[in-house]
């Protein structure tokens, strides 16, 4: 079992930066694939940017340039530094993890925190 915990959330203006943190804890010699999701109020949950143990990044098109996801492997944590905020990316941010290499949907995630909330006022 792995454990995530997220922290970092808070409200910022738009334009405004904020980081993410998440540790991870127990059978974390097993986690592959980490990444931060997000998920707005009426919307379905959806992936941010990922990274795998190696460095390979993926990021949703809506954040390239602007979102920076980065990995500690010996820390187990993972850290998500978010700049040029705008009002569209107030969600409730989850930290994720998979020991496999299946996927980066939602469903392919083995391990899930509780989620950390960012509000982008305008």
């Known amino acids: 079992q792995v454990q995530l915990v997220e922290s970092g959330g808070g409200l910022v203006q738009a334009g405004g930066s904020l980081t993410l943190s998440c540790a991870a804890s127990g059978s974390t010699s097993n986690i592959n694939v980490m990444g931060w999701y997000r998920q707005a109020p009426g919307k379905q949950r959806a992936l941010v940017a990922t990274?795998?143990?190696?460095?390979?990044?993926n990021y949703a098109d809506s954040v390239k340039g602007r979102f920076t996801i980065s990995r500690d492997n010996a820390k187990n944590t993972v850290s998500l530094q978010m700049n040029s905020l705008r009002p569209e990316d107030t969600a409730v941010y989850y930290c994720?993890?998979?020991?496999?290499?299946?996927?980066?949907?939602?469903?392919?995630?083995?391990?899930w925190g509780k989620g950390t909330l960012v509000t982008v006022s305008t």
């Open positions: 994720a993890a998979q020991t496999g290499l299946v996927g980066l949907s939602v469903g392919a995630m083995d391990y």
């Open positions: 990274i795998t143990k190696l460095g390979n990044t």
